[in-house]
């Protein structure tokens, strides 16, 4: 069954303290693997797709890269506004070449302090 | 330019009545999504449009479920006969593919309280 799993579930830094969100995923065939941040009341807003092992995507403070088994996204210095909930989500490899819905791991819920 | 709406953002309803959700996607993108999304879970698939064609539905719950696009642009979900259960927030998204790049685009969401 494909799978995905982010870790930890929360995290709390102080400003300024960097650190890394996991996402593991068990797929049978992976297309593409995004990156969305999700912040209270709003819908899931687009940061980075990954597409093959070694990849890596930079934007502002955060970095993603992806391996064959997980994907990681490093925080440099976070800001108080990097506070939201990140979101990881694969699409795999369907029926004729046509699009795939998404899978969705549960979040990981970043507050960044002062 | 402008990005998916969903209309309306908030919705009420009593258990047994009928609810429509609206979506309307990026203009020119062929590809629409809705997912299911349960207060601290991620999204979760619920059907999928290419143009008019509902081309898989098999993450509908029930089949109190339905959702159509007739023109191959706005997208309805209806959910007939509303549970409790039924209480979440209704995320639709839109994309066109072009070349390996097929991101989706997500809307605010409808949030879904049955009582």
């Known amino acids: 069954e494909d799978q995905v799993t982010q870790s930890p579930e929360a995290l709390r830094l102080q400003e300024g303290e960097s650190s890394s969100l996991n996402c593991s995923y068990t797929?049978?065939?992976?297309?593409?693997l995004f990156w969305y941040r999700q912040d209270p009341g709003k819908g899931p807003e687009f940061l980075f797709t990954l597409y093959s092992a070694g990849e890596e995507k930079e934007k502002e403070r955060l970095k993603a890269t992806l391996t064959k088994k997980e994907s990681f996204l490093h925080i440099t210095a976070p800001k108080p506004e990097d506070s939201a909930t990140y979101l990881c989500?694969?699409?795999?490899?369907?029926?004729?070449?046509?699009?795939?819905?998404?899978?969705f791991g549960k979040g990981t819920k970043l507050s960044v302090k002062p | 330019g402008a990005g998916v709406s969903q209309s309306p953002r908030y919705k009420v309803a009593k258990r047994g009545q009928d609810v429509a959700l609206r979506c309307d996607p990026i203009?020119?993108?062929?590809?629409l999504f809705w997912y299911q999304q349960a207060l601290g879970q991620g999204p979760e698939f619920l059907t999928y449009f290419q143009n008019e064609a509902q081309l898989d539905k098999s993450g509908l719950p029930s089949d109190r479920f339905f959702a159509e696009r007739p023109e191959g642009s706005v997208s309805t979900l209806k959910i007939q006969r509303t549970q409790q259960e039924d209480s979440a927030v209704y995320l639709c998204?839109?994309?066109?593919?072009?070349?390996?790049?097929?991101?989706?685009?997500f809307g605010p969401g409808t949030r879904l309280l049955v009582l």
């Open positions: 998204a839109s994309s066109v593919s072009s070349g390996s790049s097929e991101t989706q685009y």
């Open positions: 203009s020119g993108h062929v590809s």
């Open positions: 797929v049978s065939g992976l297309r593409g």
């Open positions: 989500a694969v699409q795999i490899m369907n029926y004729g070449g046509s699009q795939g819905n998404l899978i």
